[in-house]
């Protein structure tokens, strides 16, 4: 079946490390997104993309990155990570054409940065 | 900016009972609504996708429902079981926000046996 996986799901690093969050899909979506979840906000946005070398910024992408290179993976950076980016992250993909997607998410990469 | 309010924050029912989910947004110009089911630890799960032009949609034991002018969706869960005890987010898309979803921040709900 396909799936879009997550890793690591728990990770735990110091504030100024770089710190890369990975997202593989095996339903060959063009559109993939990363949200982050915090208490009491609900999920935000924070990069997405339409298809390979197309990237976006969302709501709160300062101090996060990725790149798109092949369809299946969307890596997400944090250049150098802050107690602010401790949070539970999601990646989502979605292949329909735009405007009627369905969104299929992973289970989640919870980071902690001491 | 688009705001989704989901009230209550947590929900406790018996068994059995029939129970309603709210949400709410602010600007009317979406291009769809869909109702997502978290369990603890895990990712989100899509169970109805209304898009602007309808009313609502079913899915075995749950119906969505839609008043965009009102900017008002409920969760209609029928029958409920222990097992529908999870979290339930709603997410509107803006009309022409291609797949950008600005999501609640969800009901907790929790089924008496």
């Known amino acids: 079946d396909a799936e879009i996986t997550q890793s690591p799901r728990h990770k735990i690093t110091e504030t100024g490390r770089q710190v890369t969050l990975a997202c593989h899909q095996t339903?060959?979506?063009?559109?993939m997104f990363w949200y982050r979840q915090d208490l009491g906000h609900g999920l935000r946005l924070i990069h997405y993309s339409y298809g390979v070398q197309d990237t976006n910024k969302g709501e709160v992408s300062d101090g996060y990155s990725v790149s798109r290179s092949n369809t299946e993976d969307l890596p997400l950076t944090l250049e150098s990570a802050a107690s602010s980016q401790t949070s539970v992250y999601f990646c989502a993909s979605s292949g329909r054409g735009r405007n009627t997607g369905e969104l299929f998410f992973g289970e989640g990469s919870r980071l902690t940065v001491l | 900016k688009q705001e989704v309010t989901q009230i209550p924050a947590a929900l406790s029912v018996p068994e059995g009972e029939n129970l309603v989910l709210n949400c709410s947004f602010t600007?009317?110009?979406?291009?769809?609504l869909q109702w997502f089911r978290q369990d603890p630890g895990k990712g989100l799960t899509s169970l109805l996708l209304?898009?602007?032009?309808?009313r609502e949609q079913t899915s075995g034991r749950l119906n969505a429902s839609l008043d965009k002018s009102s900017g008002r969706s409920t969760l209609y869960i029928a029958a409920s079981q222990p097992g529908d005890s999870a979290t339930y987010l709603c997410?509107?898309?803006?009309?022409?926000?291609?797949?950008?979803?600005?999501f609640g921040t969800g009901t907790r709900l929790t089924i008496i046996p």
């Open positions: 339903w060959n979506h063009n559109n």
């Open positions: 209304i898009q602007s032009s309808q």
């Open positions: 997410a509107v898309e803006e009309f022409g926000g291609n797949e950008k979803l600005t």
């Open positions: 600007d009317s110009a979406i291009y769809n």
